[in-house]
């Protein structure tokens, strides 16, 4: 059994207003970036490409990830980027959160302490749906559901992203559409009209 420890820390911008959680990154094998959602057989970037730019390429640089862009862009959005996991067992070593035994679970109070200005949780699966729920009281929401909750007295909003793993069964288009709606409630806005 080998043990994983998460590789990077959070990134949050000045003034993050949106925190998106996921789980853990893919195996180191399958990064083409040190950030997150580093696979290219992972649609993250390419969705936020198509709510924000129309443009299913638009962090993209040939094949590669353009993470200077991507950076900027999430810092100009106040769009923070974390993980629920800290340390983890991949039972068959591949990316799958069915697969993925959690050892330990990032502190997500302690982590929203650091941005009093968040006022909207994203979580972009399953798994990280059920760590965040270890630590609030909320139901379970569906995919592309919102609810409120409560954070050490300040009231937040709970988000639920369809996946952006190809393996979900949702098409592209679908998922886009669930993006952009709960950025625009969120209040964080698109660059195009859709």
Known sequence: MQ?????????????????????????????????????????????????????????????????????????????GMYDTVQECVRRKGNASDAALEVVEMVNIPELLAKIPECRTLAVTGEKAMENVMKFYDMK?????????????????????????????????????KMYAAIFEESGIVSEHVA
């Open 3 to 79: 043990y994983e420890t998460h590789p990077w820390g959070p990134f949050l911008p000045p003034h993050t207003r949106m925190l998106i959680l996921g789980s853990m990154p893919p195996p180191r094998k399958r990064w083409k970036m040190e950030f997150f959602y580093p696979n290219p057989q992972n649609d993250f970037w390419r969705i936020m490409g198509e709510v924000f730019f129309a443009d299913r390429e638009a962090f993209l640089c040939g094949k590669e990830f353009d993470l200077p862009k991507i950076k900027a862009f999430l810092t100009g959005k106040k769009i």
């Open 140 to 176: 379970k929401l569906g995919v592309g559901e919102c609810c409120e909750f409560s954070a050490d007295g300040r009231k937040m909003r709970m988000a639920r992203f369809p996946s952006s793993s190809r393996a979900y069964p949702l098409a592209f288009a679908e998922k886009v």
